[in-house]
């Protein structure tokens, strides 16, 4: 006799996988049923991925999206125990999909990540007083072994269009997308302002040294890559500038210097 684990493993397969075998005692009644199942349990995957994906799907369309969206909930039903997990790779699936407009993976990827901004546990971002605080403290010396903690959850990825025209374009359903692209590689970052999820755009420059502080990298080694890439006599001003825009944006959350 089959265990509850298997009957429910194998209606599992049958609700994900339309070609799957019915059991052989179900009549039309039963095949019926399920597709009235199968229908209503993709309808609430995809309204969960429309509600969590609605500028993507104003770029490309219902019609378009409700296909991706169908795709996407086919071969990755969500494997945890809320909605939230079949948003989950969706980026990646737009990004296959979408493959000649390599903006809807971008744009998808961003709002997924924004998603998760806003989820992120409660922190408060190192003030501009405590961080004048720290430097006072601080001998010379102190300063090359200094590390960053950033916000939880910030987020960043390259991209080659212009994220704050085609995301403003967006805002209102009928609205027509502003696609450009930018005059040099950038990268976005990710993160969350008091309760709303927030974007910007950096230079890899930029980006790069966020991506080695939050690895745990130090102070002095980014400045040393830093003056590897622009030179000694401007390094340290872009170091600083940096530093101070992180500072100022509530990026980071604490200090550690010496």
Not at 19 to 38: F, N
Not at 168 to 195: C, F, K, N, T, Y
Not at 220 to 229: F, R, S
Request: hydrophobic share 45%; proline share 5%; net charge negative.
């Amino acid at each position: 006799m089959n265990s509850l684990a298997d009957h429910q493993r194998d209606f599992m397969a049958m609700l994900l996988d339309d070609a799957q075998p019915t059991p052989s005692g179900w009549g039309q009644r039963h095949r019926s049923g399920l597709a009235v199942y199968r229908n209503n349990y993709r309808t609430t995957l995809i309204e969960a991925l429309r509600s969590t994906f609605e500028r993507t799907e104003r770029l490309v369309g219902e019609a378009a999206f409700r296909r991706a969206a169908i795709h996407h909930v086919i071969l990755n039903p969500p494997a945890g125990w809320t909605l939230d997990t079949v948003a989950d790779g969706f980026d990646q699936t737009c990004s296959q999909l979408f493959a000649n407009n390599p903006e809807v993976g971008v744009l998808a990827w961003l709002e997924w990540a924004m998603n998760m901004a806003f989820v992120s546990r409660d922190t408060a971002a190192l003030a501009a007083e405590d961080f004048v605080r720290h430097c006072t403290a601080a001998g010379d010396g102190d300063w090359t072994g200094m590390k960053l903690d950033f916000l939880p959850l910030l987020s960043f990825g390259p991209i080659d269009c212009d994220l704050v025209h085609l995301w403003s374009s967006l805002a209102q359903p009928g609205d027509q997308p502003a696609i450009r692209a930018l005059p040099a590689p950038h990268h976005v970052l990710v993160w969350r302002e008091g309760e709303r999820p927030v974007f910007a755009l950096q230079s890899e420059t930029e980006a790069r040294a966020v991506k080695a502080l939050s690895d745990g990298g130090s102070w002095g080694a980014i400045c040393h890559e830093l003056a590897a890439q622009i030179g000694e006599d401007t390094a340290a001003a872009e170091a600083g500038r940096m530093l101070g825009a992180w500072i100022a944006l509530g990026l980071v959350e604490k200090i550690a210097i010496g």
